[in-house]
């Protein structure tokens, strides 16, 4: 895979009011954040706005633009956005939506995250007849409502799994092709299959995500490769026990060297952990990893914040005001640099 020109990533990048410092100087775009979740919310993805499900606003963004943070995850559902198979968008949804994202506009980069995990209405797209078709049109019909914000970036699934890497590639490239068949210049997030860990990259050897991807090319030259990675012993962010700080950073190493030999850069899209001594050791080891590797990583988005969390353990959401002990590690990582 050639090395992509970052020219209209750093389109966007020009609007920012600040740069870094002289002693930690920018060569390419890169975005730190937060997940900010609602929108996903709701079982079936359907369910009743305001209700089952919502789209965050500034109230809820405010601590983490304050902190420093300048990308911003949206995850949606599928299902509301498109509730009829290869039919339109839904005008009604995509208002609420759109609603949500100017009131984000303070970020330099919302990834609007597709977060359906490989299937849609609960049947995987693989097993399905058209879904490689009706996959590359949403985000054709996606592409085409955003082509002109170029701080919208285009996550293309949440944590697909139970499909093969290279049955994978086959949807991710279609995808990829109808948005920039839409005209879309917009940066697009690629993930593996397998849940896209960064620990299990490798995994599978010949049908691993390493293998299947590593001569995937964008013909806009604008896209990362997203990964996901939590700390607890299965990395399944499930528990909120966590490995060592050596083990959390050691997480990271075959994707950084697989970036590295492919010419490529990655973004690490998920990654929470819980408020323990444990935990907020491993989060800052992991980080400090990323802010070792520039040449490879483009950023990070926190899982997760949203003012529908509760008493979630990973949450960053503040409680009556109080900053959540994960933030001050995440503030010591953040970077002023687009």
């Known amino acids: 895979m050639m090395a992509p020109p970052w020219s209209i990533l750093a389109t966007a990048a020009v609007m920012l009011a600040s740069s870094c410092a002289d002693a930690n100087p920018c060569t390419t775009p890169y975005f730190t954040g937060v997940n900010l979740s609602g929108g996903e919310f709701g079982a079936d993805g359907r369910g009743r706005y305001g209700f089952d499900y919502h789209y965050p606003g500034g109230t809820e963004a405010q601590p983490f633009l304050q902190a420093g943070m300048k990308a911003v995850r949206l995850p949606i559902r599928w299902e509301r956005v498109q509730p009829m198979r290869s039919g339109l968008l839904d005008q009604a949804e995509m208002v609420r939506l759109d609603s949500s994202i100017a009131e984000l506009a303070a970020f330099s980069l919302i990834i609007v995250d597709l977060h359906n995990y490989g299937a849609y209405a609960g049947k995987r797209l693989d097993l399905d007849d058209q879904g490689l078709a009706r996959f590359a049109g949403v985000w054709r019909l996606l592409a085409l409502h955003y082509r002109d914000n170029p701080r919208i970036a285009f996550g293309l699934m949440n ?3 139970g499909v093969s890497a290279a049955v994978w590639r086959t949807f991710a490239d279609a995808a990829v092709q109808a948005i920039r068949a839409a005209g879309a210049t917009n940066l697009i997030l690629v993930p593996g299959t397998n849940w896209t860990g960064a620990h299990s990259w490798y995994a599978g050897g010949a049908q691993s995500n390493a293998a299947a991807f590593a001569d995937f090319a964008d013909p806009g030259h604008n896209s990362l490769f997203e990964v996901h990675q939590y700390f ?75 003012g529908w969390w509760g008493t979630y353990p990973f949450s960053i959401q503040p409680d009556s005001g109080t900053p959540k002990p994960q933030l001050a590690v995440l503030r010591k990582h953040i970077r002023i640099c687009r």
Do not use: Q
């Open 159 to 161: 944590e697909p799994n």
């Open 232 to 306: 607890d012993a299965d990395s399944s962010g499930t528990h909120t026990s966590c490995v060592s700080p050596k083990d959390a950073s050691e997480r990271l190493a075959g994707f950084t060297g697989w970036l590295r030999t492919n010419h490529a850069r990655g973004f690490l899209g998920e990654f929470g952990a819980a408020s323990s001594a444990e935990c907020l050791r491993a989060l800052d080891a992991m980080l400090t990893t990323i802010d070792a590797a520039p040449d490879v990583w483009a950023g990070w988005t926190y899982w997760s914040a949203g």
